[in-house]
């Protein structure tokens, strides 16, 4: 079945550790997202991809960085995890003209603490 | 930049009643979309609204467009406990943009 699946589901982690968030989605779709999300608040976009080795900053600064490598596969990266990163991380996927036309496929979501 | 505004914040109905959500939104659009949270969880896609239509149905489901008003509502008739989430409205930012921005969303809760 196709889906997109974000690990870890939760994952709660010391500051300055080095964590990879990871999405993948079994679709095919060229153009993958990352958004950020505080509890009952709105969605901020941090990256974007419109297909292999093509990486964007969204509208919020973040300190991530991401890479896409393969079609499939968008990880998150923080090198140097601190409190104020603590959030949700939500990852989502669409096809060709379906961002426009169709909508977004979301994964479950990353819940991240950082202590 | 806050694109969609959703209005109520919080709306609490009794099961059975129809729960409406507004959203506003600042530029011009090709579309608009309204999803679905359910606590700590991703996003799922309900229904998307052309920029050339008004109205839009899907099931239990109604969403009008308003663009010279920038606004758009999503109705749920006949609420049930299970459509108890957080509601989101997103807009792209026209001329073929493919990037969504996402408004606060409405909290609903349906009390059984």
């Known amino acids: 079945e196709a889906d997109i699946y974000q690990t870890p589901r939760y994952l709660v982690i010391g500051t300055g550790k080095k964590i990879t968030l990871e999405c993948s989605q079994t679709?095919?779709?060229?153009?993958m997202y990352w958004y950020q999300q505080d509890p009952g608040m709105e969605l901020h976009l941090i990256h974007y991809?419109?297909?292999?080795?093509?990486?964007e900053k969204g509208d919020l600064s973040s300190e991530s960085t991401v890479s896409r490598i393969r079609t499939e596969h968008f990880p998150l990266t923080l090198e140097s995890a601190r409190p104020s990163h603590t959030s949700q991380y939500l990852c989502?996927?669409?096809?060709?003209?379906?961002?426009?036309?169709?909508?977004?496929?979301f994964g479950s979501g990353t819940r991240l603490t950082v202590v | 930049s806050q694109q969609g505004e959703e209005d109520p914040q919080a709306l609490s109905i009794q099961e059975g009643e129809n729960a409406t959500m507004n959203c506003s939104y600042k530029?011009?659009?090709?579309?608009l979309q309204w999803y679905r949270q359910n606590s700590g969880r991703g996003l799922v896609h309900l229904i998307l609204?052309?920029?050339?239509?008004r109205e839009k149905h899907s099931g239990r489901l109604r969403v009008t467009l308003d663009t010279s008003k920038k606004s758009s509502s999503l109705l749920i008739t006949a609420s049930r406990a299970a459509d108890t989430a957080s509601y989101f409205c997103?807009?792209?930012?026209?001329?073929?943009?493919?990037?969504?921005?996402f408004g606060k969303g409405t909290k609903l809760t349906v009390n059984p």
């Open positions: 989502a996927s669409s096809g060709l003209g379906t961002a426009i036309w169709g909508g977004y496929t």
């Open positions: 679709m095919g779709h060229d153009k």
């Open positions: 991809s419109y297909g292999v080795n093509s990486t």
């Open positions: 530029t011009s659009i090709n579309n």
């Open positions: 609204i052309r920029s050339n239509e």
């Open positions: 997103a807009t792209d930012g026209g001329g073929g943009s493919e990037k969504l921005v």
